[in-house]
């Protein structure tokens, strides 16, 4: 065989094993849109019924998106409902994909075959989707851009949170309630690899977003400010201020032990020109205990969430955060 004669036969080699990809592409695509003995109708056909979606479809996203697209744009509806032929011929809503109804028959959700970039590769994983939740449960695609949500935030996530709700109630809480924020500004609605709370990294760079002056670093520093800001703070309020757990200085007790000056036993007297330990205590007499339960640490400490300069007492070695 001569150079030639080998170089036609690899041509058409190639020709051959191209053109049988080509026809096992398309017989693919045919069996796509043929499975199950279902064939697309196209949008005509589901307009004879449902008309009243067709006539604003046009003003939504997806009709927007789907109208000018090669693949789906005489097919719009089958884009989401699945082929329609045999829906048709049965007329009976169990045969057509309907999201709304996705929890009752473990369908797999149609919004995530084009909602699956990275925004949404956490949703499987997420609270919502480990309680059965689906896309359909928060949006609704036959409204107007701009109106996919069922209701505003953050009524949408209160029939759900009741408890976030009354928490939100608190005389102390963050300003949802008041407009200002939104249960977005802080949750990963959809999943969150960091956080089963659906938060970003470990909650701490979340609350650091906003209030920057409390992260640091700090040359004295307090231990639960880097471990997490929950073990002070209720996110979402509380009956005590600056969103803490427990008033002051409760809260500080459970991790110190009572203050010097609150300790020191009261002296039944009114001479308190010989205190037991001179400027160790604010009061001698037996109101000290008293005083010393309703002093706010932060009165003294103001500086709780870190300090860059030293403490004046030495017996703190200047990590009080005093300033």
Not at 83 to 102: F, T, Y
Not at 287 to 305: A, N, R, S, W
Request: one cysteine or more; charged letters at 20%.
């Amino acid at each position: 065989m001569t150079k030639s004669h080998k170089m036609t036969a690899r041509l058409l080699v190639t020709a051959t094993c191209l053109l049988l990809a080509a026809m096992l592409y398309a017989g693919e695509q045919t069996l796509a849109d043929q499975s199950d003995g279902k064939m697309y109708v196209g949008n005509e056909m589901c307009l004879e019924c449902h008309d009243d979606v067709g006539e604003n479809f046009d003003m939504t996203s997806h009709g927007t998106l789907l109208s000018g697209s090669a693949k789906y744009g005489e097919r719009s509806c089958e884009a989401c409902h699945g082929p329609g032929s045999v829906h048709v011929d049965e007329m009976d809503p169990a045969s057509i994909i309907n999201p709304a109804r996705l929890g009752d028959d473990n369908q797999v959700d149609p919004c995530l075959e084009c909602h699956g970039g990275s925004k949404y590769y956490n949703w499987e994983f997420s609270p919502h989707a480990t309680e059965d939740m689906t896309c359909s449960d928060c949006h609704q695609v036959h409204k107007p851009a701009g109106q996919s949500m069922k209701k505003p935030m953050p009524e949408l996530c209160y029939d759900c949170h009741s408890d976030v709700r009354a928490a939100f109630y608190m005389p102390s809480h963050h300003p949802v309630e008041e407009g200002k924020m939104s249960c977005m500004d802080c949750h990963q609605i959809h999943g969150s690899e960091a956080s089963f709370a659906m938060i970003d990294d470990d909650g701490r760079q979340q609350c650091f977003a906003c209030h920057v002056d409390k992260e640091g670093p700090f040359l004295f520093e307090h231990e639960p400010v880097n471990e997490d800001c929950g073990v002070c703070h209720q996110p979402h309020g509380s009956v005590a201020n600056g969103l803490l757990t427990q008033a002051e200085p409760a809260l500080c007790l459970n991790c110190h032990s009572m203050h010097f000056h609150a300790t020191i036993p009261g002296v039944d007297s009114t001479n308190l020109e010989a205190p037991q330990q001179p400027g160790r205590f604010f009061d001698s007499s037996h109101d000290g205990f008293k005083q010393g339960m309703l002093t706010k640490c932060t009165q003294c400490h103001t500086q709780i969430h870190g300090s860059d300069l030293p403490a004046q007492s030495i017996s703190g070695q200047g990590g009080q955060m005093t300033r």
